[in-house]
């Protein structure tokens, strides 16, 4: 009797294997037959070896410890590549093997961690810049608590989407659409603020990015530009001719790059352009960010005075009904203060309100 498992299909592949091995010797001998027949073979059928599963993944494990996983050899000093030499399919092998020998190092964790920490002091001063403009240029604004954590708020929540986009597969960096950052500080604070703020943190997420100059050199000039699209927003298509404006320039810088690193139209990816289509629609979100910014903290946007200054409001339409001289002295007295923050800089909107 044995007390080994066995498994039923394996068994009866076993017994035909066995009646196949005997019928095919055609035996004559009537008494063997007889004695065959009475066999009942499959009770003498067990396993004579039991699968062990540590085992073998342990032997396939140093099986492949043994298996070289980089490709070529380079002598000490060989120059692998020059700058603006085009990457072959055989360089590319041979940096990507570079790469996990390097990432195969006893010492890659004292690597990384000298890494991060570089990361950090270089990213505490660009946040400490920002601070330093802050105190010297902007110190209503540093001294005004909820309007400096909005500040860093946003900073945070634009590196915070440019790194879970960056590490996501099959997902361009650009099209997180960080050019709502620049328009909605502009609408909240004035445009030099939303330019420098746009600059750190384009700066930052240059350190997440694979190609940090490209990154940043495309997300400054779409940045400026809408900033320039969105000086006063005052009606609701500006947002649409700003989105659109950001469409077009995210694809001519994009499609100079390229030519300049390509050579060639034909080798230009076109997806790209696909991705900043995508960008420029997520962009339409800042209208309806910007009206939950001002409930939530409590801050005042041109839309916001347009709309309290509009005659047809009830309030000022039931004061030219009562007093419609004091209501026509309201207006004059609102259009000369206008003109004279036109000549001495200002917010038209919010004198005029």
């Known amino acids: 009797v044995h007390d080994m498992p066995v498994n039923p299909m394996l068994k009866r592949r076993a017994v035909s294997f066995l009646n196949a091995k005997i019928n095919g010797f055609n035996i004559q001998d009537e008494t063997i037959n007889k004695f065959l027949n009475h066999l009942e073979i499959e009770r003498f059928v067990y396993p004579t070896a039991i699968y062990d599963a540590q ?80 105190i010297y240029f902007r110190r209503e604004v540093f001294q005004h608590r909820v309007k400096s954590y909005f500040i860093v708020f946003l900073l945070l929540l634009m ?14 960096i650009y099209v997180v659409p960080i050019a709502i950052m620049p328009i909605i500080i502009q609408i909240f604070y004035d445009a030099r603020l939303a330019i420098f703020v746009h600059m750190v943190t384009i700066v930052v997420i240059g350190f997440i990015v694979p190609n940090p100059f490209e990154f940043i050199f495309i997300q400054f000039v779409v940045g400026v530009i809408a900033i320039l699209s969105l000086r006063n927003m005052h009606r609701r298509q500006q947002i649409f001719l700003a989105a659109l404006a950001i469409f077009l320039t995210y694809s001519a810088v994009y499609f100079g790059l390229a030519m300049m690193q390509e050579g060639e139209i034909e080798k230009i990816n076109p997806m790209q352009f696909a991705w900043f289509a995508g960008n420029s629609m997520l962009v339409l979100w800042s209208y309806p960010l910007i009206y939950l910014f001002e409930k939530m903290f409590g801050f005042l946007s041109d839309v916001t005075l347009m709309e309290l200054a509009d005659t047809n409001h009830p309030l000022l339409r039931k004061l030219n009904e009562t007093a419609p001289g004091t209501f026509q002295h309201s207006m004059q007295v609102a259009n000369l203060a206008e003109a004279v923050i036109y000549k001495i800089g200002g917010n038209p909107s919010l004198v005029r309100t």
């Not at 590549?81 to 790469?99: A, C, F, M, P």
């Open 55 to 134: 085992t073998s993944n342990d032997n396939y494990a140093k099986l492949l410890e043994t298996v070289s996983i980089t490709s070529g050899m380079i002598q000490r000093g060989q120059r692998i590549v020059s700058r603006g030499e085009l990457i072959t399919e055989d360089t590319w092998q041979i940096i990507e093997s570079l790469r996990l020998a390097y990432e195969s190092t006893e010492d890659l964790g004292q690597i990384k961690n000298w890494l991060l920490g570089g990361k950090i002091i270089v990213i505490s001063f660009a946040i400490g810049v920002l601070f330093l403009f802050l």
């Open 159 to 172: 590196v915070l989407a440019a790194g879970l986009t960056s590490n996501a597969e099959n997902i361009s």
